[in-house]
């Protein structure tokens, strides 16, 4: 496996939350994790977390306002494989506001169906990743399942899902130390998910004008 280099979409979000790291500065300081340091970086965050959401959004009021942000749930478990006899980690995020994507189709009845959509729980699979910075106790990358959901256009329902991007930093989480304005550190996750296409009945469109980022945020402990 290659060391993975950050792409500009997730260095901003990265800049955005205060993670100003990058997976290995180089190719040969990059390794992979052992199972035992998947475990430890595991204990760290499994379990179940609220936390917020903050997705692109349109102010016409105040155009330097571009995002908005509510309450989500989100819960890091893991199971066995029996059929390759290893762990695997697992994501599980409620409350996607997906209706956001519609604000990045164009005008048609499937850009109207998409901005009526109820939130949704995305899947995901995670893998914890080596990462070299001293200030973040964990790096994982997310590869979520597509959003699935029936868009009735031109007189029939059809089945569309949106894909994220996976394997890559376009999708991927942390764990880390951050200091508020008041000077108080915490314990916080932050984790981000890119959808990168829309498929109907099984086939890409070319419906998505641009990838749209999702960020998470959640406090895990107040340090001293």
Known sequence: MNKLKL??????????FGFNSCLGSDDDNYRELTAEEKEEQYLMVGGSHMGKVIFPAK???????????????????????????KT????????????????????????????????????????????????????????PYPAEMNLNYNGKDHKVQVYFFVNATNSMGAIGTVTNKDGVKKKQIQMWVTAAAIYADEKQTSWLNSYVQFYFVADVATLD
């Open 7 to 16: 792409i500009s979409m997730a260095l901003c979000a990265m800049a955005l």
């Open 59 to 85: 102010n016409e009021t105040n155009p330097q306002d571009q995002t908005d942000t509510l309450d989500c749930r989100f819960y890091i478990g893991k199971d066995y494989d029996t059929e390759n006899m």
């Open 88 to 143: 695997v980690y697992t994501l599980t995020i409620s409350k996607i506001p997906i209706k956001v994507i519609g604000n990045y189709m164009g005008y048609g009845e499937q850009r109207d169906q998409m901005l009526t959509k109820e939130d949704v729980t995305l899947n995901c699979d995670m893998d914890f990743v080596y990462i070299d910075d001293a200030t973040i106790d964990a790096a994982w990358l997310i590869n």
